[in-house]
């Protein structure tokens, strides 16, 4: 009797389809907090991804362009997608208009987008610099990176901004006077866009790196043979070997990426009725896949650390 008594609707004079999905006072005010932390981290780590490549000349090369493009968009989503998410998910009824819930849902896709679209050119530059090393600096160059990022931005922004509406629905006097969701009944017109932007990048990532983990493996036996070792200079092992380590940094981001997302689109799909407090968290971890994405470059890539202790202590003229 007590939980019927406890049941509020977001309008007072009526739907009954319409029922707050309640958190506690403590738990409400902790994960707002918590979001807030979130953000705020998301962003300060960023930027000092951001200005460290920026900032430093050695480090204008083609690999650390498409970090760069990543950080930029997950700086985006710590500024932007963060904050409006957290509404978005925390609120429990949808009080803020149909162009909020657009540009919800906007972001939401957008970021998605980016970060794929940039998980592709940093998959094709490490195949590329994986297994064809001797071709790679004059494939992969400055200005045809920059190109590719553009062009990727540029796709990402306009064809999001084009679609958008066939997938917000605010109004549905049936369900609810005023309710932000994404499309209630699968099409095709959804299912090409899923497979478009979602399985052809994710393919073209696995099937790279795939790839690349098969050529990598042989190139390091042949490295700690004698024969690689009589016909390949000590400088060649040097690049080799870098180029490898900076493969696996990307390739941990790439699967990071994967684990982030792989359980909200589990839940998405299939429509599963979790609890409250579980379906805040899914709903969320997406986007903090771009606060774990410069604490890999910390762990793993030594300019980061070395660039993040000049930028802190204020020594940015030091080379």
């Known amino acids: 009797m007590e939980k019927y008594e406890d049941v509020q609707y977001c309008f007072q004079d009526g739907n009954s389809s319409c029922r707050k999905a309640l958190l506690s006072t403590s738990i409400y005010i902790t994960l707002y907090n918590f979001f807030s932390l979130i953000s705020a981290v998301t962003v300060f780590l960023n930027v000092l991804v951001i200005i460290s490549i920026s900032h430093f000349k050695q480090l204008h090369t083609t ?6 493009s990543l950080a930029v968009s997950d700086l985006l989503v710590g500024l932007i997608a963060i904050p409006v998410t957290t509404v978005a998910i925390m609120e429990p009824c949808w009080g803020f208009g149909e162009n909020f819930c657009v540009f919800h849902i906007y972001i939401d896709f957008l970021f998605t987008s980016l970060s794929l679209g940039n998980m592709v050119l940093i998959s094709i530059d490490r195949y590329v610099a994986v297994c064809d090393p001797l071709l790679y600096h004059s494939k992969i160059t400055i200005t045809r990176i920059m190109c590719c990022i553009f062009f990727t931005w540029c796709c990402c922004i306009i064809y999001r901004a084009a679609i958008i509406k066939n997938f917000v629905n605010v109004q549905v006097p049936s369900r609810c006077l005023t309710e932000c969701f994404l499309f209630e009944e699968i099409t095709w017109g959804n299912i090409i866009d899923v497979v478009f932007t979602m ?12 790839k690349i983990f098969v050529v990598a493996r ?18 060649t092992v040097r690049a080799n070997k870098s180029e490898r380590k900076a493969t696996k940094t990307l390739s941990i981001v790439v699967v990071n990426y994967f684990i982030c997302w792989i359980p909200f689109l589990f839940v998405f799909f299939f429509t599963f009725v979790i609890d409250n407090l ?14 774990i994405n410069p604490i890999i470059y910390a762990f793993f890539y030594p ?6 202790k000049h930028i802190l202590t204020l020594k940015l003229r030091r080379s």
């Not at 399985?199 to 795939?210: G, K, N, Q, R």
């Not at 042989?218 to 400088?235: I, L, N, T």
């Not at 579980?278 to 606060?291: A, E, K, M, Q």
């Open 63 to 68: 690999t650390n362009l498409l970090i760069l």
């Open 199 to 210: 399985v052809v990048p994710c393919s073209v990532i696995i099937t790279l790196y795939l």
């Open 218 to 235: 042989s190139q390091a036996r042949k490295v700690f043979s004698k024969e690689a070792a009589s016909v390949s200079g000590v400088k």
């Open 278 to 291: 579980l379906s805040v968290i899914i709903g969320f971890l997406p986007l903090v896949n771009s606060l």
């Open 303 to 308: 300019w980061f650390k070395v660039t993040a």
